[in-house]
């Protein structure tokens, strides 16, 4: 049972990246699944999530309008895309698999959160 995080990379400024989270041992569409993102130092970050149960989707303040997230179900995976990056979008990205989207003050996060991918590099500069 695993997630599987890819598709990070160099890209420059204004560029786009498409990050997938495949599953494996599991039905994905039965788990809300986020993105987060950490840089080495900083807090994680919840970046954007997809529920389970009407497909909601929920982004930080900081990615909404730039990126989005989608499911295929066919494929078990879970996209991010990633449009009109920033060299602030600097991180290593990861998708977890839970209950539950959670959005609150502090940030969007998961409800249970029973399934973690290893982590996938994006790096944005010119």
């Known amino acids: 049972v695993q997630l599987q995080a890819s598709g990070g990379g160099l890209v420059q400024p204004g560029g786009a990246l498409r990050l997938s989270c495949a599953a494996s041992g599991f039905t994905s569409e039965y788990y809300a699944i986020a993105w987060f993102r950490q840089v080495p130092g900083k807090e994680r970050e919840g970046v954007s999530c997809i529920s389970r149960s009407d497909g909601g989707t929920y982004y930080a303040d900081s990615v909404k309008g730039r990126f989005t997230i989608t499911r295929d179900n066919a494929k078990n995976t879970v996209y991010l895309q990633m449009n009109t990056l920033k060299p602030e979008d600097t991180a290593v990205y990861y998708c977890?698999?839970?209950?539950?989207?959670?959005?609150?003050?502090?940030?969007?996060?998961?409800?249970?959160?029973?399934?973690w991918g290893q982590g996938t590099l994006v790096t944005v500069s010119s």
């Open positions: 977890a698999g839970g209950f539950s989207c959670l959005t609150s003050e502090y940030g969007l996060g998961l409800v249970e959160d029973d399934y």
